[in-house]
Each structure stands twice: as C-alpha cells, then as structure tokens.
C-alpha cells in the first residue's frame, strides 16, 4: 500500500485554524438572543428561550443618557430568573409588561426576581440605567 503525504503551507494551516477557531465560537455564543438594535441613547435587545433553554448571562455597560432594553418573549406558565449583578457601580434596573407577575428576591443590592407569566403570551422587559456609570452581569434563566 502507497501512502502520500500532503502537503500544507503555513498559511494553509493557520487559515484552517482560524476556520475551526469561528466555528467554535459561533457555536457557543448565546442562541436566545433574536435581534439586537442600537440606538443613540437605547439599545434594544429580543431574547427567546423556545429553543434553547441554557441560561442567559451577558455582561454589558449603561450610563448617561445610555438605557438598555432586554425584552424577553414568554408563554403561560413559563417561570424565569432574573437577576442583575453590578460589577462596576450601581445599575438601576426595572421589570415591566403585562401578562406576568413578579415576586421580588431579597438581596445584598442585587437586583433579583422570578417571574411567572400568567397571560398566554407575554414580552416581559428588563430596563437598566446608571449616573454616571455601571457596568453589571444580566443572568436570565428559564425555570
């Protein structure tokens, strides 16, 4: 039996790499996000769990005039968690819609929440602000 050997530049390989590298990448990056808009002052981010029911955590920034919208799509009887974790100065954060209840967590400053949708569908929405500044983790969870 012949064996060939097959040859590959350096570019070659560090092409194939990088190819293997985005893949593994696009794969783990969160699927529940659907659609994110950004605005002047306001960034719009659409989050469904129908499909992947992992939790969601993203570490992100506001300030100033600076407001960010996490608006999550949910079904009747869907529970989730919700929590908003400042890593650098104090966010300010809300939940609002209709179609849901919330009961509030106790907590050392950290904004927590689980929320029960009640309605056969509902768009539940996380608003965080911050003066001057805040950069914080936002863990959702579909219970």
């Known amino acids: 039996m012949k064996y060939e050997v097959i040859k590959i530049s350096i570019a070659q390989l560090y092409y ?6 985005l ?5 783990c990056s969160p699927n529940q996000i659907r659609y994110q808009q950004q605005q002047v002052s306001r960034d719009y981010t659409y ?3 129908t499909e992947n029911i992992r939790p969601l955590t993203i570490i992100d920034e506001v300030g100033g005039e600076q ?10 009887g869907d529970q989730f968690d919700v929590k908003v ?10 939940i609002s819609g209709v179609g849901f209840r919330t009961k509030e967590i106790p907590g050392k400053n950290l ?8 309605a056969l569908e509902s768009i539940f929405t996380i608003d965080l602000s911050a003066h001057p500044y805040s950069r914080y983790q936002l863990y959702i969870e579909k219970l």
């Open 16 to 21: 194939f790499l990088l190819l293997v590298l």
């Open 67 to 76: 407001m960010n919208f996490y608006k999550v799509l949910a079904f009747q």
């Open 85 to 94: 974790v400042p890593l650098d100065g104090v966010p300010v954060s809300s």
């Open 47 to 49: 989050i469904e769990f």
């Open 23 to 27: 893949f593994i990448l696009a794969s």
């Open 111 to 118: 904004p927590h929440w689980i929320i029960e949708v009640e």
